[in-house]
């Protein structure tokens, strides 16, 4: 539940009470917990696996694992599972995920109610990278941290290295980028060798859509215009 403040020997304390407990539903640490926009289900995510939750159900220890990725990370050509999202404006049915490859994969829970072997949609962040596809960095810079869909459904928003990218669904590429880290594209081989390139770069967006932050180095903040 919501923290209530209460006021102990004169001190204002903030308490908040456990409602639920889930249980069972992944084998490593949960890294993502999206909420769907009819507040009825929710996803949780890990490295390897995405869980569907019913929050109406009396049974807690029960799940729905509706993608669980291939070859175990660790193995050769494993992508980890880097973030989660319910389509927040409109479809509860609709749910995004992206894996450390640099995917997007657009998922329709209408459609099927697992996706292990293949997504409603896929976008590739490496397909539209400047910097070439044979680069030996090219795996760092378009690994994507996380992406939303934005308010008219057709669009999706991303995080990668050095950028923020708006895509438009219809046509499967992106339409918009705002540079964040372009400055340290020069700097690529000495931020390797600090293992600066695994950094990761989240972002969140404004509850009416029209609005994206996100941070990058020297301690700076973005905000940026969704349209």
């Known amino acids: 539940t919501i923290p209530k403040n209460k006021t102990v020997d004169g001190e204002l304390e ?3 009470k456990l409602q639920h407990l889930f249980r069972n539903g992944s084998e490593v640490n949960i890294h993502k917990l999206s909420l769907s926009v009819d507040k009825e289900n929710f996803l949780t995510a890990d490295i390897n696996s995405i869980c569907l939750w019913n929050l109406g159900t009396t049974k807690r220890t029960t799940t729905f694992k509706i993608f669980e990725n291939g070859p175990k990370i660790g193995s ?10 319910f389509n927040q404006f409109g479809n509860s049915c609709m749910f995004l995920y992206t894996l450390s490859n640099g995917d997007i994969h657009i998922c329709d829970l209408r459609e099927r109610s697992n996706f292990s072997r293949k997504s409603s949609q896929l976008m590739r962040t490496s397909a539209h990278m400047q910097i070439g596809p044979n680069s030996i960095y090219s795996n760092y810079l378009s690994y994507c941290s996380g992406a939303e869909f934005l308010p008219d459904q057709t669009q999706v928003v991303s995080r990668d290295y050095m950028s923020i990218k708006v895509w438009d669904l219809r046509a499967d590429k992106p339409y918009f980028s705002a540079n964040v880290n372009d400055y340290m594209e020069r700097n690529l081989s000495q931020l390797s060798r600090e293992d600066a390139l695994d950094d990761e770069f989240f972002m969140a967006l404004s509850p009416d859509g029209k609005y994206l932050s996100t941070g990058g180095y020297n301690r700076t903040a973005h905000i940026i215009d969704a349209n």
């Open 76 to 85: 050769l050509n494993s992508a980890a599972i880097s973030s989660a999202s």
């Open 14 to 16: 903030s308490q908040a």
